[in-house]
T-cell receptor, first 113, second 115 residues
Framework: DTGVSQDPRHKITKRGQNVTFRCDPI?????LYWYRQTLGQGPEFLTY????????KSRLLSDRFSAERPKGSFSTLEIQRTEQGDSAMYLC???????????FGAGSRLTVL | GESVGLHLPTLSVQEGDNSIINCAYS??????FIWYKQESGKGPQFIID?????DKRQGQRVTVLLNKTVKHLSLQIAATQPGDSAVYFC??????????????FGKGTHLIIQP
């Protein structure tokens, strides 16, 4: 197993465009998390899944953001009508159920021009 | 609740010296704390964790101290090496018994190792 994989690593887009990020968690981990990290700040929780069920969403997750994990394996995070304020690193993490330690991926960096 | 915060944004130490990185938290209900290390261009990497029923835990070259009275957490790194250069985050969780519903991170301390 190669850990948590995220794709793409970097995305540059124009304001108003839609972007989608993919996360492949560690295969035996049934919990998957999305975080956002802006420059100089710690990661901020966005949402998490237990298998295919989305169990919690942060108030940071506006209606332009949607996350899915249809088969309980990989997950996608889509941002519609991107704004410059969406520029950040989007981090994915996974863990087994009941574990407190999250394993993070390297992140997908989004730049909105 | 309030997010976890850190006292210093940057800490510079000589190679071989010991480092102490501090963290203050405000949520007295927090039950579990983790230190993560983040190198440039990478995701956070787990270093060490501690539950609120403990006041000290040791790992390899690292020690975490928890003072619940003043809501203070610290990470001690012994004999710092160039590879220790990174941003260090403390994170807290209200342990629900079902695992992490989401960690709350502080802003981070950038540790710089001087040769």
């Amino acid at each position: 197993d190669t850990g948590v994989s995220q794709d793409p690593r970097h995305k540059i887009t124009k304001r108003g465009q839609n972007v989608t990020f993919r996360c492949d968690p560690i295969s035996e981990h049934n919990r998957l998390y999305w975080y956002r990290q802006t420059l100089g700040q710690g990661p901020e929780f966005l949402t998490y899944f237990q298998n295919e069920a989305q169990l919690e969403k942060s108030r940071l997750l506006s209606d332009r953001f949607s996350a899915e994990r249809p088969k309980g394996s990989f997950s996608t995070l889509e941002i519609q009508r991107t704004e410059q304020g969406d520029s950040a690193m989007y981090l994915c993490a996974s863990s087994p159920t009941g574990a407190n330690v999250l394993t993070f991926g390297a992140g997908s960096r989004l730049t909105v021009l | 609740g309030e997010s976890v915060g850190l006292h210093l944004p940057t800490l510079s130490v000589q190679e071989g010296d010991n480092s102490i990185i501090n963290c203050a938290y405000s949520n007295s209900a927090s039950d579990y704390f983790i230190w993560y290390k983040q190198e440039s261009g990478k995701g956070p990497q787990f270093i060490i964790d501690i539950r609120s029923n403990m006041d000290k835990r040791q790992g390899q070259r690292v020690t975490v101290l928890l003072n619940k009275t003043v809501k203070h957490l610290s990470l001690q790194i012994a004999a710092t090496q160039p590879g220790d250069s990174a941003v260090y985050f403390c994170a807290e969780n209200i342990y629900s018994g079902g695992g992490a519903d989401g960690l709350t991170f502080g802003k981070g301390t950038h540790l710089i190792i001087q040769p």
